[in-house]
């Protein structure tokens, strides 16, 4: 069995302490402007680096300065602790 889907009550006391983040659906996305563009390459290193450690990777859009994060584990169809875990890596790692 995988990682449990978080409940309604559980993904509203985690959003509570992820005050960046938002529901989309089924994933919770964190829009991030980075000084310069080389400023944001390297946030999106810092977060891969942490995102292998944890075994959990972001969906990461870059629009030059413009870093857009999107979580969801996929292999349980939805919002989980792991989500909300490397949200606050996340959090952290940009600041």
Do not use: N
């Given at each position: 069995m995988g990682t449990p889907l978080l409940s309604a009550?559980?993904?509203?006391?985690?959003?509570?302490?992820?005050?960046?983040?938002?529901?989309?659906g089924d994933a919770i996305t964190r829009t991030v402007q980075a000084p310069s563009f080389l400023a944001g390459i390297e946030t999106v290193r810092k977060v891969?680096?942490?995102?292998?450690?944890?075994?959990?990777?972001?969906?990461?859009?870059?629009?030059?300065?413009?870093?857009r994060f999107t979580l969801s584990t996929?292999?349980?169809?939805?919002?989980?602790?792991?989500?909300?875990?490397?949200?606050?890596?996340?959090?952290d790692l940009v600041g």
């Amino acid at each position: 069995m995988g990682t449990p889907l978080l409940s309604a009550p559980e993904l509203t006391i985690a959003l509570a302490t992820l005050p960046e983040w938002s529901r989309d659906g089924d994933a919770i996305t964190r829009t991030v402007q980075a000084p310069s563009f080389l400023a944001g390459i390297e946030t999106v290193r810092k977060v891969a680096t942490a995102a292998e450690v944890a075994d959990h990777h972001p969906d990461i859009d870059i629009r030059w300065r413009t870093l857009r994060f999107t979580l969801s584990t996929h292999s349980a169809g939805g919002l989980t602790a792991l989500d909300t875990a490397m949200a606050h890596t996340i959090d952290d790692l940009v600041g």
